[in-house]
């Protein structure tokens, strides 16, 4: 490897032996108005850095982003990439589980994890001038993890935990019934967290493999926001890995996950879970689009219109006019090869039928009749809003550097994200309407309806 904290500009690179480069590589991506200095590092061992300078804050959030979900787990598996994310926390050669957390704590700090279908992430957020401690702490607990055995099996019984009080949420629960309904077996139809059939049987040896197989430094992004300086966050990582399972030979970034094939969707089916609630929770919608659809910027205008916001048409029609629900939101969710649109609200058991009445309704006039051109300006300036307002803390920003690399394989700066937004037309919007919205529909239900035939 390159001596520790070596940062050179790409016309120094020289290629290595799987590929890549015996040097660091070090470009700026953008110097944005409405940020700091954005710098990409990428190592000899393909982990890629990547920071935001911003002077004016006094804090620092710090991530590892693995390119590893729940859906790179085969069926045995399920729950293994939660799993793991749970024990990197427990010890290291250098550290006790009591000592990561102390470490941080002793500063002001905090840490947390998460893991989703596509990616899991390790964060750390510090004073400006304990990002050194950070670093050390969070790159030794993703890097070099003991998974020991009596770790696995104390975890084993917080993750089972975990599992009986999303069932007790019938709100959380019904999202996972409706991703089965239109996804069935295929990972990404199952829950993250596994089941209690897959996590109970499941051995350290598995868990162990697993780490090891998808936690290589090419599948490896880390990523700093705050008051900082690029050269030295490099430096630091390098220190933080040197002599870990990631300091490695040469190699390339791994791409980002490829779109194709599509994933293969089930036909349109109603899945109900019968459950002695005093709220019924549907959820009614279709196959998506994925993440590098250029349409995505006309479905958050879409989606802000139908059911975003307290302004959307099925918050005023369902809630606001006739008091049919508390909550009612529409969303949409994206991966590398597919999505997800829906519609979500919790209702009075007696009330679902003419909610999801007003809802096919709804859907499907607009569907028909596409949005006014009032209603896709407020839909864009929504869009602009939101995306503006959350970068205006270093975490919301260390998350965008992340996301860019690892999901899209590039950062788009703020202002041509603004203009993608401000391109998308009235036509843009009713054309992917018309598409969308009458595609068959899946429902998924919870409450009490044990023998209720909703398929009609």
């Known amino acids: 490897m390159a001596p520790s904290g070596a940062v050179r500009h790409a016309t120094g690179a020289q290629p290595g032996r799987a590929g890549g480069s015996t040097r660091a590589v070090t470009r700026t991506l953008s110097d944005d108005p409405l940020g700091g200095t954005v710098r990409r590092t990428v ?64 500063v002001g700090g905090e840490t947390n994890a998460f893991t989703t279908k596509e990616y899991t992430c390790y964060y750390a957020r510090v004073l400006d001038e304990d990002l050194p401690l950070a670093i050390d702490v969070m790159c030794d607990a993703v890097a070099d993890s003991l998974l020991e055995p009596a770790d696995v099996e104390t975890e084993r019984g917080v ?109 349109a089916t109603t899945l109900v879970e019968p459950k002695e609630t005093e709220q019924a929770h549907v959820i009614l919608g279709c196959p998506g689009i994925d993440r590098l659809d250029e349409r995505r910027f006309a479905l958050g205008v879409l989606n802000n219109v139908l059911g975003g916001g307290m302004s959307s048409r099925l918050f005023q029609e369902i809630r606001e006019r006739r008091g049919l629900a508390y909550s009612v939101y529409s969303y949409a969710s994206q991966y590398a090869d597919s999505g997800l649109f829906a519609v979500y609200a919790g209702c009075a058991p007696g009330k679902v039928d003419e909610v999801l009445e007003l809802t096919r309704a709804e859907l499907a006039r607009v569907a028909a009749d596409g949005l006014t051109g009032a209603e896709v300006a407020r839909g864009k300036g929504m869009s602009k809003g939101s995306f503006v ?38 036509d843009d919007v009713n054309t992917l309407a018309a598409e969308l919205l009458a595609r068959p529909m899946s429902l998924a239900v919870v409450g009490p309806f044990d023998g209720r035939d909703f398929s009609a």
């Open 43 to 106: 190592l000899p061992s393909g982990l890629r850095v990547l920071t935001e300078a911003i002077p004016a804050m006094r804090s620092v959030s710090f991530g590892i982003w693995v390119s590893v979900g729940s859906r790179d787990e085969t069926g045995p598996q399920a729950g293994a990439a939660h799993f793991l994310e749970h024990l990197l926390f427990k010890g290291t050669h250098k550290r006790t589980a009591l000592d990561i957390s102390a470490d941080i704590e002793a």
């Open 389 to 426: 307002l959350g970068l205006e803390d270093t975490g919301s920003r260390m998350s965008r550097l992340a996301k860019g690399e690892l999901l899209y394989g590039d950062l788009m700066p703020v202002d041509e994200l603004l203009a993608r937004v401000d391109a998308v037309s009235v």
């Open 159 to 267: 993750i089972l935990e975990e599992i009986a009080m999303h069932d007790d949420e019938p709100g959380d629960e019904v999202h996972d019934l409706f991703a089965r309904a239109v996804y069935g077996d295929h990972p990404l139809g199952r829950l993250i967290s596994g089941t209690e059939e897959t996590v109970t049987p499941m051995t350290r040896r598995q868990i162990h493999g697993f780490y090891r197989r998808h936690y290589t430094p090419a599948q490896i992004v880390v990523a700093a926001a705050g008051n900082l300086d690029h050269g030295a966050v490099v430096k630091l990582v390098r220190q933080a890995l040197a002599g870990t399972p990631l300091d490695t030979d040469p190699a390339v970034p791994a791409p980002h996950r490829p779109a194709a094939p599509a994933v293969r969707v089930q036909p």
